[in-house]
């Protein structure tokens, strides 16, 4: 990736990473379940993201002013004041265009629904019920909407301002949009000077993602690689670990390293496995300020991840609520000569069909690296699908099949030998409906007026998900592999449940708050703890050896430990 400075961020590069990020983001959620009760069979997801942003943000500003007993305007002005100052310009810009719209609508006490769809940012499929998260007003929807259309229509034109496909028109910015849309497109870092698919910088698909560099101007020195001359000179993988014992000559490499079954862990996911979260805080007014923003940047240049706390791939300790423990910091316990060797090549809306693009930038050699543990976890996205005909676009198990063997020959052609393959069952969604449809929502707690049953109306999944993990199953059992083994598990959201119930915790804070879909943090961690058991008892040749000399390699290189 060409060179980019850093300076950029504060003021065009949020201004523009957002709407381009938010153009580019499908984020599909997890599947509910065809056992829904009737009156919560899904209303239909007319435009997706835009939809669902707008009636978010809609909602804040509303409750905001009523929170604070002050005007729509007020309450607008309050949420860009509590963003961070690198994002304020593009908060003021959307409420110059939408804001006195927005006000007009809600003095005239129509809901965050009615304002969104006649501002056309949520829109009806022909043939289709109006989507909508909030009870429908008592005149009903479709005259409601009509009803704030006209005031709309009568009051002052709505205010233009330059898109960002203008302004991505400007010379100086348009090298700037292509390489954020490269970023979005590719998953690749955003700074990456040498070219080997590893960053020295943490967001934007950098090392949060993958394991850091540590010479991002040399592009055969990067995590994972087998060391080059036993690191007698330099560190070629990035582990820490080089140069020469001066006691008996013999490189630490060699030492330490050589026999003890290094391996990488490698991630092939979805927003889940890219750990998606929207902080509550967001949403919540009654708690909300200025601190309740300050990773909004990060985020937002994470693309609403945090793959540093992940389930595979975490390394971090988590800030956004329970505690980080992951697969790859189990494989670096085991064996400290697998720092930072990880690759999480995640995508919110990742399924079997789009991964076969996403697993092309994975970054593994045959002859030069070390074997990977690959997880194929695309738990959800098959099945949900955020397409009007949700049923019509779920993927069939014929689909899935080639889909999946697709993705096994490509990693067989990369993957090193003796790597391992590990597939993961989708999601159940009858656990969300059973345990959170009468909660609240974080929207929902000011008025007590929206559950997740609402929600999981409004953004309507359904469910095919045992028929598409006993295709994944069946691959396991009978297709076999040159460079690596291939196993099965179910995703385990049943034995979370119930190891975090004899921790004394309930089931519905095993979900994401905010989107009621994803596995929250805890449920990472613990996730963590079942998948590691099944391995040792299961697949021990998955997990490699532990290296006997893990206590001398961090007395001696515990300067070098660092993520």
Same mark, same amino acid.
């Given at each position: 990736?060409?060179? *980019?400075?850093?300076?950029?961020?504060? $003021?065009?590069?949020?201004?523009?990473?957002?709407?381009?990020?938010?153009?580019?983001?499908?984020?599909?959620?997890?599947?509910? %379940?065809?056992?829904?009760?009737?009156?919560?069979?899904?209303?239909?997801?007319?435009q997706?993201?835009?939809?669902?942003?707008?009636?978010?943000?809609?909602?804040?500003?509303?409750?905001?002013?009523?929170?604070?007993?002050?005007?729509?305007k *007020?309450?607008?002005? +309050?949420?860009?004041?509590?963003?961070?100052?690198?994002?304020?310009?593009?908060?003021?810009?959307? *409420?110059e265009?939408?804001?006195?719209?927005? *006000?007009?609508?809600?003095?005239?006490?129509?809901?965050?629904?009615?304002?969104?769809?006649?501002?056309?940012?949520?829109?009806?499929?022909?043939?289709?019920?109006?989507?909508?998260?909030?009870?429908?007003?008592?005149?009903?929807?479709?005259?409601?909407?009509?009803?704030?259309?006209?005031?709309?229509?009568?009051?002052?034109?709505?205010?233009?301002?330059?898109?960002?496909?203008?302004?991505?028109?400007?010379?100086?910015?348009?090298?700037?949009?292509e390489?954020?849309?490269?970023?979005?497109?590719?998953?690749?870092?955003?700074?990456?000077?040498?070219?080997?698919?590893?960053?020295?910088?943490? %967001?934007?698909?950098?090392? !949060?993602?993958?394991?850091?560099?540590c010479?991002?101007? $040399?592009?055969?020195?990067?995590?994972?690689? +087998?060391?080059?001359?036993?690191?007698?000179?330099?560190?070629s993988?990035?582990?820490?670990?080089?140069?020469?014992?001066?006691?008996?000559?013999?490189?630490?490499?060699?030492?330490?390293?050589?026999?003890?079954?290094?391996q990488?862990?490698?991630?092939?996911?979805?927003?889940?496995?890219?750990? =998606?979260h929207?902080?509550?805080? @967001?949403m919540?007014v009654?708690q909300?300020?200025?601190?309740?923003?300050?990773?909004?940047?990060?985020a937002?240049?994470?693309?609403?991840? @945090?793959?540093? =706390?992940?389930e595979?791939?975490? =390394?971090?300790?988590?800030?956004?609520?329970?505690?980080?423990?992951?697969?790859?910091?189990?494989?670096?316990?085991r064996?400290?000569?697998? !720092?930072?060797?990880?690759?999480?090549?995640?995508?919110?809306?990742?399924s079997?069909?789009?991964l076969?693009?996403?697993?092309?930038?994975?970054?593994?050699?045959?002859?030069?690296?070390?074997?990977?543990?690959?997880?194929?976890?695309?738990?959800?996205?098959?099945?949900?699908?955020?397409?009007?005909?949700? /049923?019509a676009?779920?993927?069939?198990?014929?689909?899935m099949?080639?889909?999946?063997?697709?993705a096994?020959r490509?990693?067989? &052609? +990369?993957?090193p030998? &003796?790597? !391992?393959v590990?597939?993961?069952?989708?999601?159940?969604?009858?656990?969300?409906?059973?345990?959170l449809?009468? +909660?609240?929502?974080? /929207?929902?707690?000011?008025?007590?007026?929206?559950?997740?049953?609402q929600?999981?109306s409004f953004?309507?999944c359904?469910?095919?998900?045992?028929?598409?993990? $006993?295709?994944?199953?069946?691959?396991?059992?009978?297709q076999?592999?040159?460079?690596?083994?291939? =196993?099965?598990?179910?995703?385990?959201?049943?034995?979370?449940a119930?190891?975090?119930?004899?921790?004394?915790?309930?089931? @519905?804070?095993?979900?994401?708050?905010?989107?009621?879909?994803?596995?929250?943090?805890?449920?990472a961690?613990?996730?963590?703890?079942?998948?590691?058991?099944?391995a040792?008892?299961?697949?021990?040749?998955?997990?490699?050896?532990?290296?006997?000399? $893990?206590?001398?390699?961090?007395?001696?290189?515990?300067?070098?430990?660092?993520?």
């Amino acid at each position: 990736m060409m060179r *980019a400075s850093r300076q950029i961020f504060p $003021n065009w590069f949020c201004i523009l990473w957002l709407p381009l990020l938010l153009r580019a983001i499908s984020c599909s959620p997890l599947p509910a %379940t065809e056992l829904l009760p009737p009156a919560a069979l899904p209303s239909g997801l007319s435009q997706g993201q835009t939809c669902v942003g707008c009636v978010l943000v809609v909602s804040v500003i509303e409750q905001l002013a009523q929170w604070h007993n002050s005007t729509v305007k *007020a309450a607008m002005e +309050r949420l860009c004041n509590y963003i961070p100052e690198k994002l304020q310009g593009f908060c003021y810009v959307l *409420a110059e265009v939408y804001g006195p719209h927005i *006000a007009e609508l809600i003095d005239r006490e129509m809901n965050a629904d009615v304002v969104c769809h006649s501002l056309k940012l949520c829109k009806q499929d022909p043939g289709q019920p109006l989507c909508h998260l909030y009870p429908p007003p008592k005149v009903g929807l479709s005259a409601a909407i009509w009803k704030a259309k006209k005031i709309l229509k009568n009051s002052k034109d709505l205010k233009r301002t330059v898109g960002v496909p203008s302004l991505c028109a400007f010379p100086l910015l348009a090298d700037l949009c292509e390489r954020i849309k490269y970023v979005l497109r590719s998953k690749l870092p955003f700074e990456d000077f040498d070219g080997d698919k590893f960053s020295t910088f943490p %967001t934007l698909r950098g090392y !949060h993602w993958r394991g850091r560099d540590c010479d991002d101007k $040399n592009t055969t020195v990067y995590p994972g690689r +087998r060391p080059d001359n036993w690191d007698v000179k330099s560190d070629s993988n990035c582990n820490g670990i080089w140069g020469v014992d001066p006691k008996d000559g013999i490189p630490y490499e060699e030492k330490f390293c050589k026999g003890a079954d290094s391996q990488g862990v490698v991630l092939l996911g979805d927003s889940a496995g890219a750990h =998606f979260h929207i902080p509550p805080e @967001w949403m919540t007014v009654t708690q909300m300020s200025a601190k309740s923003f300050a990773n909004l940047p990060m985020a937002f240049t994470d693309e609403l991840d @945090w793959p540093q =706390f992940s389930e595979i791939t975490g =390394f971090l300790n988590s800030t956004i609520g329970g505690w980080t423990d992951s697969l790859y910091l189990r494989l670096r316990r085991r064996n400290r000569c697998n !720092h930072r060797d990880l690759q999480n090549i995640s995508q919110n809306g990742g399924s079997s069909r789009n991964l076969l693009g996403l697993i092309k930038s994975l970054a593994r050699n045959q002859l030069l690296d070390n074997p990977a543990i690959v997880i194929y976890a695309t738990i959800g996205n098959d099945v949900c699908n955020g397409n009007r005909d949700t /049923l019509a676009h779920m993927t069939t198990p014929k689909e899935m099949f080639s889909n999946v063997m697709q993705a096994l020959r490509y990693l067989d &052609s +990369r993957l090193p030998n &003796s790597s !391992h393959v590990i597939l993961t069952g989708l999601v159940d969604g009858r656990f969300l409906w059973d345990n959170l449809h009468n +909660r609240y929502h974080p /929207l929902g707690q000011l008025n007590r007026d929206v559950t997740y049953s609402q929600l999981y109306s409004f953004l309507n999944c359904l469910q095919r998900a045992e028929q598409l993990s $006993n295709v994944l199953k069946e691959i396991a059992r009978t297709q076999k592999f040159s460079n690596f083994d291939v =196993f099965y598990m179910d995703f385990p959201l049943k034995q979370t449940a119930e190891e975090w119930h004899k921790m004394g915790g309930e089931p @519905w804070q095993l979900i994401e708050p905010v989107d009621g879909f994803h596995p929250s943090q805890i449920a990472a961690a613990l996730g963590t703890g079942i998948t590691w058991q099944k391995a040792l008892h299961e697949w021990p040749q998955v997990l490699g050896k532990e290296n006997p000399f $893990n206590d001398q390699i961090e007395a001696i290189f515990k300067d070098q430990g660092g993520h």
